[in-house]
């Protein structure tokens, strides 16, 4: 397999469903971490090609859906700042923060601009040197290694007007949040494909002994996340409790070393709160004392913000896999992608956006066929 076509075959689908019905003989509960399987899982309706007894559980892997409203508020008053150009991926503009969001920033007259990559905004900060830029930096490991280059080339030119406002997260340590919880159902993963690329998947074999789980790593595509599913269902069935690799096309066991080299040469690991989740040790990058000249946090002391979130909002349990995003009594009522309550209804890649694009859709067709779903594959 070489070419996207052959990641949305429905043949392939078809062979792969009947191959995850025949190892099933018992209930099994399954996480996928990353937003973008919820996605994929969501649009083509994977879930209801699986046989019932195999429950997809969707993770807090979308890094906009879990970053603070803290975050989002400082964000929100470090672009409100006179002299300041804040930049950012389109995806975390339309967040919103406890009052407004950054694209409200921009309206009223802030200098907010999104960007494709940190490196865009290396470049504006060369071209105005006379303002402060700041790179908005969100993500998981996935995107560490371009944000900390932009450290790095900021460096090398001599800016002085270029900082990161640092907010990542790391999937491993909040594996092993879930999993200790006294609340978790979850008997084995997807791992996320993209974050393995850059990390490797050495750090999940310890998880998988430590919990007993079968973590397999899965890539995105239709025919991935069938043949995760099963890699995974045939590890639980027979017992084992290790490490798989469904994408080895992409991922190697040590993962990208010179990508992690740029990361360890810029970030640190540290406590890090997650939204919805709270705080997990050890859970994030901060930028290590050589770089802090460009540490957004350090730079602008925008005071102690406190916030709250909705009461009508239940991200905490979406994002742990307790419930699903139809059983918040604010889905597609009070909370819908044009008004989001939570970040989960914000972000494409998140839970409740991705029920309300595909499973609301459900509603008004509620029976869909084997045929319906595997014909939208190709
Ligand atoms: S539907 Fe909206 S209010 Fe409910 S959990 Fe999702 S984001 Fe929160």
Redesign the pocket.
Known sequence: MKYIDEYRNSHSAKILAAQIRKVTSKSWNIMEVCGGQTHTILKYSIDELLPKEINLIHGPGCPVCVTPLEMIDKAIAIASTKGVIFTSFGDMLRVPGSQLDLLTVKANGGNVRMVYSPMDAVKIAEQNPTKNIVFFSVGFETTAPANAMSVIEAHRRGLKNYSILCSHVLVPPAIDALLSSTNSSIQGFLAAGHVCTVMGYEEYIPLAEKYKVPIVVTGFEPIDILQGVLNCVTLLESGKFEVSNQYNRVVKREGNSEAKKVIFEVFETTDRKWRGIGNIPKSGYKIKEKYSMFDAGNIFDVGNIEVSE?P????G??LQGI?K?ME?????K???PEH???????STE????A??HYKKLNTVIPAISEKAIVNSLS
Do not use: D, H, W
Not at 312 to 315: G, Q, R, S, W
Not at 328 to 332: D, E, M
Not at 340 to 346: E, H, I, K
């Open positions: 909705s009508l909002c239940i991200a349990e979406i419930k995003p918040c009594s604010a889905f597609g009070e909370c819908t989001p309550l939570g970040a989960p209804m914000v998140g839970a409740c956006a029920y309300f």
